[in-house]
T-cell receptor, first 113, second 115 residues
Framework: LAKTTQPISMDSYEGQEVNITCSHN???????ITWYQQFPSQGPRFIIQ???TKVTNEVASLFIPADRKSSTLSLPRVSLSDTAVYYC??????????????FGQGTTLQVKP | DTEVTQTPKHLVMGMTNKKSLKCEQH?????MYWYKQKAKKPPELMFV???????INESVPSRFSPECPNSSLLNLHLHALQPEDSALYLC??????????????FGPGTRLTVL
């Protein structure tokens, strides 16, 4: 499974856009990129998933360059409630794989007023 | 219903006790997972059940024994645990897509303390 590298922590202010970049140099052809959010003492919550180019949903955007060796999670106009740990995961969700996910160290985002 | 429930929320047990953690989902998912998470660390995969069969055991000690009685339920039986097993135990589920696996939905976890 591809290893991911993220910044350990980031600070931001309310209303700003936050971009968290994840490096996954040995991503495989069948691997998808998934981001989860986790608040203290809660289970991780799915944010967004993509394979290439750009994916957008009501919560975030995910930018993936053509070589797919990195990805950037973009959170528009963050609020205090976005303070959490954000995990980037790379894994093969294709047939023959059982959905095994390996979490990296995650990025602790602190949003300040 | 997109919820995964776990009971109990908190559990304190001695090293000689036998206890069980329970997980339930009613989303029709056919894969269920147990993760262990220590403080300020990422979740670590322990077991994966696929269509009610154990498909992955990440070299977990035998004092942890998983069980999947049916497609909606997942148990984790605990026996002779050590204090270092104290952690947040997370359950998750996912569904096979046409051609792959969908995203995992996590429960709130059981906070386990071993004395």
């Amino acid at each position: 499974l591809a290893k991911t590298t993220q910044p350990i922590s980031m600070d931001s202010y309310e209303g700003q856009e936050v971009n968290i970049t994840c490096s996954h140099n040995n991503i495989a052809t069948n691997d998808y990129i998934t981001w989860y959010q986790q608040f203290p003492s809660q289970g991780p919550r799915f944010i967004i998933q993509g394979y290439k180019t750009k994916v957008t949903n009501e919560v975030a955007s995910l930018f993936i360059p053509a070589d797919r060796k990195s990805s950037t999670l973009s959170l528009p106009r963050v609020s205090l409630s976005d303070t959490a740990v954000y995990y980037c995961l790379v894994g093969d969700i294709e047939p023959g794989n059982t959905g095994k996910l390996i979490f990296g160290q995650g990025t602790t985002l602190q949003v300040k007023p | 219903d997109t919820e995964v429930t776990q009971t109990p929320k908190h559990l304190v047990m001695g090293m000689t006790n036998k206890k069980s953690l329970k997980c339930e989902q009613h989303m029709g998912h056919r894969a269920m997972y147990w993760y262990k998470q220590k403080a300020k660390k990422p979740p670590e995969l322990m077991f994966v059940y696929s269509y009610e069969k154990l498909s992955i055991n990440e070299s977990v000690p035998s004092r942890f024994s998983p069980e999947c009685p049916n497609s909606s339920l997942l148990n984790l039986h605990l026996h002779a645990l050590q204090p270092e097993d104290s952690a947040l135990y997370l359950c998750a589920s996912s569904n096979p897509l046409a051609g792959g696996w969908d995203t995992q939905y996590f429960g709130p976890g059981t906070r386990l303390t071993v004395l």
